[in-house]
């Protein structure tokens, strides 16, 4: 899987359904079975230094933020 890629992913708790992931890994890795993933949520929380809001853009794709 090539970084920057989007997977969808059923890992458990909390919410236990398919959530949206993005790879984070870097490609020189790519022999390695190991993933890095960072979740998505739609449900805002203020905690600036540990979530990054991503704004909805034509580019994106994205619905909502």
């Known amino acids: 899987m090539r970084r920057g890629t989007v997977v969808v992913a059923s890992v458990g708790a909390p919410s236990g359904k ?18 890095t993933l960072l979740p998505f949520t739609s449900e805002l929380q203020d905690a600036p230094t540990l979530r990054v809001t991503v704004e909805p853009t034509e580019a994106n794709g994205l619905q909502r933020p």
Do not use: A, G, K
Request: glycine share 0%; no cysteine; charged share 30%.
């Open 18 to 35: 398919p959530r949206p992931f993005v790879v984070l890994r870097s490609d020189r890795f790519s022999q390695h079975r190991l993933l």
